[in-house]
């Protein structure tokens, strides 16, 4: 398997204070020491960052940062990519020194989403405290379970699916098929992919919907208690509207994730949970759920 984890995330704002503001007092990340006045960078746990957000002309999701768990692999894997026809390109050392990798690369999926490639795991060993008083994110054993999972838009579904199993080396973890417009004979439901690198449920899943305006459609950030999401959405509550809450407190039929949604100041959302389901990424057969939630989850867009 190619890809090991989701290591980091890349994200570009207009306004690098009021991203401090909510990943530090409403999602309770650590602020971490950023050479560059122009990047703030957040942690989660023994890793020197999780997000890297910064300073741009838009408000948005700019690349998931994959990790592979070798050298040997991640050359394998820039040569599948290469190999398949999608674009390669070498970060320089200095890049990757900033990223805190041993080695960086650059591609993009059939669907048009910028992806990074690394290996090396760099570690910080200042203990993780969180601002807003978060008991532990979850991120497995090392951190091999990665951040947390991302969800894009992939209007070329089959070929995007077909990329990231195939060359990216995931497996289908639950290939969900939901009917948004009432499910009647005349709703053909909207296709996901929910996709595994390692035992966490999915590190990835995919939408055949149209592109996403905002780079991604939600990423979600796990925590270690259910206190930990309670006193999470009494924040947001707390920001009257400042920070819009997107979903209610549900919880997902195939991660089973207790969790709610939240609008980032990059206009995607997060999607912040507890307990979600844990895999044998070996042994696990994909499951097909025709509904996202089993209770919750009431979207701010739904009508009553
Ligand atoms: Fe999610």
Known sequence: ??????????????????????????????????????????????????????????????APGWECASREEFEALLS???SSGRPVERASIMEARARQVYELARSSDPAGHALE??????????????????????????????????VLTAPNFDETHAFYKDVMGF???????????????????????????????????????PESPNGAVHMMLEVASLEDVGRAYDRVLKSKGKVPLSATLGRHVNDKMTSFYMQTPGGFDIEYGWNGLVIDPATWVPTTSLAVSDWGHKWAHESE
């Open 80 to 82: 599948k990519l290469e």
């Open 171 to 209: 497996g289908d973890a639950d290939l969900g098929r939901f009917y948004l417009m009432g499910g009647g004979a005349d709703d053909p439901g909207v296709g996901f992919a929910f996709l595994h690198c390692n035992g966490r449920h999915h590190s990835l899943a995919l939408g055949q919907l």
């Open 117 to 150: 490639i690394f290996y090396g795991r760099f570690v910080d060993y200042a203990p993780f405290v969180s601002p807003a008083g978060v008991s532990r994110f979850v991120t497995g054993d090392n951190g091999d379970m990665g951040l947390g999972h991302i």
């Open 1 to 62: 398997m190619a890809v090991k984890s989701l290591g980091y995330v890349v994200i570009e704002a207009r306004d690098l204070s009021a991203w401090r503001d909510f990943a530090c007092n409403i999602a309770g990340l650590m602020p971490s020491n950023s050479e560059r006045d122009d990047v703030v960078l957040f942690r989660m746990d023994d890793r020197p960052f999780r997000l890297w957000v910064q300073k741009g002309e838009r408000d948005m999701f700019v």
